[in-house]
């Protein structure tokens, strides 16, 4: 029986995409260094283009001592996926290399009786791709990256379709078997089926890969450079949010004003190089303080904000000295020195007038002050009484009043 002219004529066509692919995805993980799952889906693309070529010298029809070591080649293309997909999805280390072993162990097993009992050892390769897929498609779909969400879960999608095709194939195979040696039609265009199924999974690498610097993109533009912490455009994109929150589901916010005390002095007597390493400091003893799930920022400067949801003000002034505390036992080594530094605290509540962050930052910044003039290092609370004081708004300065006016107008967000 003759060969389709058209699978083969897809096959010479795919193998053209996929190199164009390999370059593409090669160029992609050599030009952005720190998107380290490209390297790998570049390799799966190569070992791809590998299985491929291996496939045309051989013959395309069903020729089972053959097709072992081109299934070797196709479990490795999928566990390079997997390392690679793993990197965008979960963007951590193997805990476990397990799967691994056993995986080495099935290929190993496969290819040393595969001329003595060549099906049982196919099919063992066979159900270790799919469980390949399986697992992959699993990590993909529950990825934890809103920005990646729509790419990861239709590359899930599409391992689902590449395994409803490769059941298919195997059912063929077993229901249709050889027809004198030659070539089966339907299961050729299976296998065609394969190859579209994979040269679309490769745009869909492409996708993943401008989604991942798209996401990093947002992510640096709403990041200190120099401490790592949120920056004050993304604390107010933080805290526009959290206030429509506590609105709809009457819940308590409040917000916590750091600023470190006599920083200029610190910078004069030691060095900018010493404050620089003083704010970095400070941020980490917030996060550490703190742990995930709070917006931390560095407004500017050496201040600082906290953003805590479904607290009252008493229960952030408790959070608020336990960051103070942390700030104060902070130690930093200088040409045989230690340098020290403080932090004076300001904290505020939402109130049932407030529309917007303007007001809870606003007294935030009162509190902040009356710290200030009552000695640095300590923690006030703005309450109704204090924010009707008349020394205490007189003493902020003319310019901050300008600023706060200037926002609580609309005329321009706080950046």
């Given at each position: 029986m003759r060969t389709p002219i058209e699978p083969q004529l897809l096959f010479l066509g795919g193998l053209v995409v996929q190199a164009t692919f390999t370059f593409t995805l090669s160029l992609l993980a050599w030009s952005d260094r720190r998107t380290r799952g490209m390297g790998w889906l570049a390799a799966s693309s190569a070992l791809t283009f590998v299985a491929m070529t291996y496939r045309m010298m051989r013959g395309l029809g069903e020729n089972t001592p053959w097709?072992?070591?081109?299934?070797?080649?196709?479990?490795?293309?999928l566990v390079c996926m997997y390392l690679g997909?793993?990197?965008?999805?979960?963007?951590?280390?193997?805990?476990?290399?397990?799967?691994?072993?056993?995986?080495?162990?099935?290929?190993?097993?496969?290819?040393?009786?595969?001329?003595?009992?060549?099906?049982?050892?196919?099919?063992?390769?066979r159900a270790c791709a799919l469980s390949m897929v399986f697992v992959t498609a699993v990590m993909l779909w529950q990825t934890k990256f809103p920005g990646l969400r729509v790419v990861t879960r239709a590359i899930a999608v599409m391992f689902g379709l590449f395994t409803a095709i490769l059941l298919a194939r195997l059912v063929m195979v077993g229901l249709v078997g050889n027809s004198g040696g030659g070539p089966i039609p339907l299961i050729l265009y299976g296998r065609a089926a394969v190859l579209v199924a994979t040269?679309?999974?490769?745009?869909?690498?492409?996708?993943?890969?401008v989604a991942e610097s798209k996401r990093r993109l947002h992510e640096?533009?709403?990041?200190?450079?120099?401490t790592g912490l949120q920056n004050r455009r993304s604390?107010?994109?933080?805290?526009?949010?959290?206030?429509?929150?506590?609105?709809?589901?009457?819940?308590?916010?409040?917000?916590?004003?750091?600023?470190?005390?006599?920083?200029?002095?610190?910078?004069d007597t030691?060095?900018?190089?010493?404050?620089?390493?003083?704010l970095r400091a400070v941020g980490g003893a917030l996060l550490a303080e703190l742990g995930d799930g709070y917006c931390v920022a560095r407004l500017g400067g050496e201040e600082f904000a906290v953003l805590l949801t479904e607290m009252d003000m008493q229960a952030a002034a408790v959070v608020a000295e336990q960051l103070r505390a942390a700030v104060e036992k902070l130690r930093l080594a200088q040409q045989g020195d230690v340098a020290t530094v403080t932090t004076s605290v300001g904290v505020s509540s939402l109130r049932d007038e407030d529309s917007d962050w303007s007001g809870l930052l606003h007294r935030a910044d009162v509190a902040l002050y009356e710290a200030k003039r009552n000695g640095r290092n300590r923690v006030v609370l703005c309450t109704a009484e204090l924010e009707q004081t008349p020394e205490v708004i007189s003493a902020v300065p003319r310019m901050q009043r300008r600023d706060w006016r200037k926002a609580l107008l609309g005329r321009g967000p706080l950046l």
């Open positions: 097709d072992i070591p081109g299934l070797t080649v196709m479990i490795s293309t997909l793993r990197w965008f999805a979960v963007r951590r280390e193997l805990s476990s290399y397990r799967w691994f072993y056993a995986l080495g162990g099935a290929i190993v097993a496969a290819l040393l009786t595969r001329h003595i009992v060549p099906a049982p050892a196919t099919l063992l390769l040269t679309i999974m490769q745009f869909f690498f492409v996708a993943l890969f640096e533009t709403r990041q200190d450079a120099l604390i107010e994109e933080c805290a526009m949010v959290a206030v429509k929150v506590a609105r709809e589901h009457h819940q308590p916010l409040s917000l916590v004003m750091l600023d470190l005390d006599h920083f200029k002095v610190l910078n030691w060095g900018h190089g010493l404050g620089d390493r003083a």
